[in-house]
């Protein structure tokens, strides 16, 4: 892979930082530094793009704000891995009788396929993205029941999704493959949420009654710059164990696993 140089910083009216900024996010997102990997120092930065070491800590602070990369004193700075910005990203779980002790949850790869169908995830990636690998899960929760998961990425980014076994998709966080086999880290997510009925092929994969309300929970996620990398949508049926919803940041107990 050839490494994508820095270019030094011209005296255009955009912002010397802010320039910096998008080189060295371009290079991320050409490989040059995958999650996990620590930048060159500042003054090799610095000496690579021309600019003061002022101008450099300013728009590596701008990379950190927007999650592309994280500083650790005493060691530098890294791209951010899988788990980048993790305190903005919700998560739900599920609590066993006393609220103190979380409920395991176990996934299976029901099917994975391309599909040119158009649906809301359609709007989601853009006029761009013309197929998609969807796949299905099924989320036992302790298991007593079951909870219904669908993703859906661009093909044209993720084919190489479609030709690995569900065995080996079985066994992984699709959050943490993502940025490490695709360089395509979550890094913020917009969630909704609806109260309805389930429709017949989940209620037929969940074994409940047709016609059974549930809860419908979609996340969109999205990687630098903003572009999205993957739809979910989420079928929750009625229980009576408590769901948790939460931020990252603020877990205080073991985790056993969220659902994702």
């Not at 090799?44 to 704000?65: D, I, K, N």
């Not at 030709?163 to 066994?171: P, Q």
């Not at 917009?190 to 409940?208: I, K, S």
């Amino acid at each position: 892979m050839s490494v994508t140089r820095l270019r030094p910083v011209s005296s255009s009216a955009k912002a010397k930082h802010r320039q910096i900024s998008e080189e060295i996010l371009t290079a991320i997102e050409a490989g040059r530094w995958l999650p996990g990997e620590r930048l060159p120092s500042e003054d090799q930065l610095a000496t690579e793009t021309g600019a003061s070491l002022g101008t450099v800590r300013r728009s590596l602070r701008s990379l950190v704000q927007m999650g592309v990369v994280e500083r650790r004193h005493g060691s530098g700075t890294y791209v951010s891995g899988a788990r980048a910005q993790e305190e903005q990203l919700r998560h739900f779980r599920f609590m066993a009788e006393g609220g103190e002790q979380l409920l395991p949850v176990y996934f299976k790869i029901l099917s994975i396929e391309t599909t040119r169908e158009a649906g809301p995830w359609s709007q989601f990636f853009g006029p761009e993205a013309e197929s998609y690998i969807h796949i299905q899960r099924l989320v036992s929760v302790n298991e007593e029941f079951d909870v219904f998961s669908e993703v859906y990425l661009p093909e044209e980014r993720f084919a190489e999704l479609a030709r690995m076994s569900e065995t080996t998709l079985n066994g992984v966080s699709f959050r943490d493959m993502l940025a490490e086999r695709f360089n395509a880290p979550t890094l913020n997510t917009r969630e909704t949420m609806v109260c309805q009925t389930l429709p017949p092929r989940v209620t037929r994969c969940l074994d409940v009654p047709p016609g059974q309300f549930g809860m419908v929970w979609t996340v969109c996620g999205m990687s630098y710059r903003d572009v999205p990398i993957t739809w979910q949508r989420i079928f929750v049926p009625p229980s009576d164990r408590v769901l948790e919803i939460v931020p990252a940041a603020t877990r205080d107990r073991p985790v056993v696993r969220e659902i994702t």
